[in-house]
């Protein structure tokens, strides 16, 4: 349904007045550019859950927004089979993605009426059958996002994006905000509008405990470039990119209890300025001249299986 193809988006920062008087009188001051996502490639087929995966700041988001055309690409292609209106976005924080000054009614219901999916007489009954499939009692619908918790909020949000009745769900660490028993609750629900509505999901994570019982494949970011895309069981059985290694390494498990945490080496370079190569080469433990001098092409090492990786041969 959905398919990136060699993708890159650029955030440029211009130069204010002070900046550009600066730089007239000879200051060494010159316009930001952020590389958010670099030549990024992957594809999501229909009824597939797919976890995008990385540590922060590696340009996760940003392919959340593209994938909804809430940004648009600097270079290469974003294909979506469907309407505009058949993808829709979950955000991270329920509370600041919800218009304080609305009630839930008129939250989840607007976009439907705009659409033409709903009149104005049907639009009660409607957002009512949307709030108790995501677990919430349909009374509550006059009151204020600031009257719920924040697992009730994070079910408004999904019954505001099936409200428009989308075949593809893009969730940005949709659970990230919510403790540890909200999160599972809610986790549930969205397996179980997979089954009922036939739903696709670009899951997008930090948490890797989380992606490895929801999603069927995982695709791992970088510095704003894939660095490996697996099955979600052989990925976490057998990684193959030294970043996947070195983070699935430190996933909390109880045969692991007593062992000492120790993070990846490192600071995660500015996407101000990425290292040559490949960009993991300054924090990577097996690299070579080779990988920081060339950057390794995205390749198939086994069925179904891609790793970007010069180790491979």
């Known amino acids: 349904m959905l398919s990136f193809e060699n993708v890159s988006k650029r955030f440029v920062r211009r130069l204010d007045a002070i900046e550009r008087l600066a730089r007239r009188l000879g200051a060494g001051v010159s316009e930001h550019t952020v590389h958010a996502v670099d030549r990024v490639s992957f594809e999501v087929a229909k009824g597939e859950v797919v976890g995008l995966v990385g540590e922060s700041g590696c340009g996760k988001s940003t392919v959340g927004r593209l994938a909804c055309g809430l940004h648009e690409p600097t270079d290469g292609r974003v294909r979506f089979e469907g309407s505009k209106r058949a993808i829709q976005m979950i955000f991270q924080d329920p509370f600041a993605s919800l218009n304080p000054r609305m009630r839930v009614q008129e939250i989840v219901g607007e976009a439907p009426r705009v659409h033409g999916l709903v009149d104005a007489k049907g639009a009660d009954d409607y957002v009512a059958g949307l709030l108790r499939q995501v677990g919430l009692d349909p009374a509550m619908r006059s009151r204020y996002p600031h009257q719920f918790s924040g697992g009730q909020r994070a079910r408004i949000g999904i019954a505001r994006a099936l409200a428009v009745q989308p075949a593809f769900l893009v969730c940005d660490e949709a659970v990230a905000a919510l403790d540890v028993s909200i999160q599972a609750q809610v986790l549930n629900l969205f397996m179980d509008l997979r089954e009922r509505l036939g739903l696709t999901y670009l899951f997008i994570s930090h ?75 300054p924090r990577c433990p097996h690299a070579t001249a080779r990988c920081r001098e060339a950057a390794p092409e995205l390749k198939q090492i086994a069925n179904g299986r891609l790793s970007a990786c010069h180790l491979n041969g």
Not at 215 to 233: I, K, N, Q, T
Not at 239 to 264: K, M, S, W
Not at 265 to 281: D, K, Q, V, Y
């Open 207 to 281: 948490d890797l405990g989380v992606v490895r019982h929801l999603s069927d494949r995982v695709v791992v970011m970088y510095l704003g470039r894939v660095v490996e895309s697996a099955p979600a069981a052989e990925l976490y059985a057998t990684p193959n990119h030294p970043y996947t290694q070195a983070l699935l390494a430190e996933v909390p498990r109880l045969d692991r209890r007593g062992r000492d945490y120790a993070p990846i080496r490192g600071e995660i370079p500015s996407p101000l300025a990425p290292p040559p190569g490949c960009h993991f080469h």
